[in-house]
């Protein structure tokens, strides 16, 4: 089963990284994707950091259905790509973005689900001015579905998708899409949207109780 994530209707879900995500040098996302459309739009994303020094990181779609690991900081600062192949619709993907703080450095893996997956498209431009969110005490929020200001909403089905507390290199990602499961690494937050039926309310998180939050009621869908 996947969630079927609506655009027209503004479907998307929020959770609360708590002191499990707080004073991150890295973070990593992952998902299965299938979109309906063509249209610039967010997997997943956290941000972190204290008001004043904020980094936003997520995967992103862009209207050519590229993939995109997506940060900025919210007051300002420098924001940095990393593209990779172009998607179609009506196929499902596997999508990974790794982001490296201190090392500079963002990682985007893409396959269509049953093929070999290829290494990490890489991009250290403009990173280093980034610096780290370290100061946090508390990140400040996440959501499935859009970029965190409820713009820009997913159109499609997603499911298996997956937060870990720090940058991953490229065979621990290949891990997690050959072996599934876990792979070698536990994710911080692992929403598997796998219920039968119906429309959901909240999403389990299979790991720390990072439960999230339907919103505008997307429904569970065969995949």
Same mark, same amino acid.
């Given at each position: 089963?996947?969630? +079927?994530?609506?655009?027209g209707?503004?479907?998307?879900?929020?959770?609360t990284?708590?002191s499990?995500?707080?004073?991150?040098?890295?973070v990593?996302?992952s998902?299965?994707?299938?979109?309906?459309?063509?249209?610039?739009?967010?997997?997943a994303?956290?941000?972190?950091?204290?008001?004043?020094?904020?980094?936003?990181?997520g995967?992103?779609?862009?209207?050519?259905?590229?993939v995109?690991?997506?940060?900025?900081?919210?007051?300002?600062?420098?924001?940095?790509?990393?593209?990779s192949?172009?998607?179609?619709?009506?196929?499902?993907?596997?999508?990974?973005?790794?982001?490296?703080?201190?090392?500079?450095?963002?990682?985007?893996?893409?396959?269509?689900?049953?093929?070999?997956l290829?290494?990490?498209?890489?991009?250290?431009?403009?990173?280093?001015t980034?610096g780290?969110?370290?100061?946090?005490?508390?990140?400040?929020?996440?959501?499935?579905g859009?970029?965190?200001?409820?713009?820009?909403?997913f +159109?499609?089905?997603?499911?298996?998708?997956r937060?870990?507390?720090r940058?991953?290199?490229?065979?621990?990602?290949?891990?997690?899409?050959?072996?599934?499961?876990?792979?070698?690494?536990?994710?911080?937050?692992w929403?598997k949207?796998?219920?039968?039926?119906?429309?959901?309310?909240?999403?389990a998180?299979?790991?720390n109780?990072?439960?999230a939050?339907?919103?505008?009621?997307?429904?569970?869908?065969?995949?």
């Open positions: 089963m996947a969630l +079927d994530l609506e655009s209707s503004n479907q998307y879900a929020t959770w990284p708590g499990t995500f707080a004073s991150l040098n890295g990593t996302f998902g299965l994707v299938r979109l309906e459309s063509l249209a610039f739009t967010c997997l994303q956290v941000s972190m950091g204290t008001v004043a020094d904020t980094v936003r990181a995967i992103v779609i862009n209207g050519s259905g590229q995109i690991g997506r940060a900025h900081r919210l007051d300002g600062g420098v924001q940095s790509n990393c593209n192949s172009t998607l179609s619709t009506g196929v499902t993907y596997f999508v990974a973005a790794s982001f490296d703080f201190l090392g500079s450095r963002i990682d985007v893996a893409v396959v269509e689900v049953g093929s070999p290829p290494g990490f498209t890489t991009s250290t431009t403009g990173i280093a980034w780290s969110p370290t100061s946090a005490t508390d990140p400040l929020n996440g959501t499935i859009n970029f965190g200001d409820a713009a820009d909403p +159109d499609g089905i997603v499911q298996d998708v937060a870990y507390a940058a991953m290199t490229a065979s621990e990602v290949q891990d997690v899409y050959y072996r599934g499961g876990t792979g070698g690494i536990p994710p911080r937050a929403w949207m796998d219920t039968t039926s119906g429309t959901a309310t909240t999403i998180d299979t790991m109780n990072h439960a939050t339907a919103v505008n009621s997307p429904v569970y869908v065969g995949n």
